[in-house]
């Protein structure tokens, strides 16, 4: 099943939280805070302006971006893999 988010939705792979800390300290599940970067599997079409015309995204496909904390969907493909479906204004920044 492919996921194709529609609009000014983008769907995101969250990437996995570090295992240690800054200070090399190895941190256990319960101590890991929820990962806030993601890579972008898949992006909309873009904002219907009231003209009727899109407003092109200013993500694409690949990029590592920042999201809000508290941001998006989660949904499951048929395979088992998690993914959050966010709006393109819930994206903070991209990571270069």
Do not use: C, H, W
Request: charged share 30%; net charge negative; proline share 4%.
């Amino acid at each position: 099943m492919a996921i194709k988010p529609l609009g000014d939705r983008v769907l995101l792979k969250v990437l996995e939280a570090q295992e240690k800390s800054a200070g090399g300290i190895y941190l256990p599940d319960n101590a890991k805070e929820k990962p806030q970067q993601a890579e972008v599997i898949a992006v909309g079409e873009g904002k219907v302006l009231d003209s009727g015309s899109y407003q092109k995204p200013e993500v694409k496909k690949g990029d590592i971006v920042l999201f809000g904390k508290y941001s998006g969907t989660e949904v499951t493909d048929s395979k088992g893999e998690a993914y959050l479906i966010v709006k393109e204004e819930d994206i903070l920044a991209i990571v270069k």
